[in-house]
């Protein structure tokens, strides 16, 4: 079965400053995504950024990026020039590329919190 | 379209009673999916439908949940006899059907359950 994990129950952040997110994620399939999920408070989740494991390249979206290392299954979220509004659960999943099940597994989640 | 809707948004219940909460996806979306959230916890699967067959159940659902999707609509989940251990966030999200599996999934604001 699958498992993804995330250490950092809590991480704090100055405004503007640059955060990293871990996650790490045990499997046995060579095809998969990987995803960041975003909670704020009482608001529902978002998807903040998605990787194809078969792309090389790490992904990117404005202030987000990822390092996705997939030897060592380790899949971390760089957020840049921090915001209060990045203020949020932030959730790491994963997901067989062809999955009869089709669920998403979540990591544990890391509560961000951003500092004026 | 304004995106995945649940209802109620609280639910507050003695042990023993029976509830449904109900999921309305976004239209065009053709799977549906059910996950758990305790507190400070990431989201576990419970169960998916495609269309209106239900495809998949995680060992999670007792035999006490069960869940309908007619007509391949909104979608309803029932909790019979509930036991204080069934407080969480019950999420709803939905997605397009493709040949990988890497759609998104968009969440609903969720449905918070307390058991008394």
């Known amino acids: 079965a699958q498992t993804v994990t995330q250490s950092q129950p809590e991480m704090s952040v100055q405004e503007a400053e640059t955060v990293t997110l871990s996650c790490t994620y045990d499997?046995?399939?060579?095809?998969?995504?990987l995803f960041w999920y975003k909670q704020p408070p009482s608001r529902q989740m978002i998807l903040v950024i998605r990787?194809?494991?078969?792309?090389?390249q790490n992904a990117t979206e404005n202030r987000f990026s990822v390092n996705f290392q997939k030897a060592a299954k380790s899949f971390s979220l760089k957020i840049s020039d921090s915001q209060l509004g990045d203020a949020a659960m932030y959730f790491c999943?994963?997901?067989?590329?062809?999955?009869?099940?089709?669920?998403?597994?979540f990591g544990g989640g890391t509560r961000l919190m951003v500092k004026p | 379209d304004t995106g995945v809707s649940q209802n109620p948004r609280h639910k507050i219940t003695k042990r023993g009673q029976n509830v449904t909460f109900r999921c309305d996806p976004i239209?065009?979306?053709?799977?549906l999916y059910w996950y758990r959230q305790t507190l400070g916890q990431g989201p576990e699967f419970l169960t998916y439908?495609?269309?209106?067959?239900?495809?998949?159940k995680s060992r999670l659902l007792s035999d006490r949940f069960s869940a309908e999707r007619p007509k391949g609509s909104f979608s309803t989940l029932e909790i019979q006899r509930t036991e204080q251990g069934d407080s969480a966030m019950y999420l709803c999200?939905?997605?397009?059907?493709?040949?990988?599996?890497?759609?998104?999934?968009?969440f609903g604001p969720g449905t918070r359950l307390t058991v008394l």
């Open positions: 499997t046995s399939e060579s095809d998969y995504y």
């Open positions: 439908f495609q269309n209106e067959a239900q495809l998949e």
């Open positions: 239209s065009e979306h053709n799977r």
């Open positions: 990787q194809e494991a078969y792309k090389q």
């Open positions: 999943a994963y997901r067989a590329a062809y999955n009869a099940g089709n669920m998403l597994t």
């Open positions: 999200a939905s997605s397009t059907f493709g040949d990988r599996e890497g759609n998104e999934q968009f």
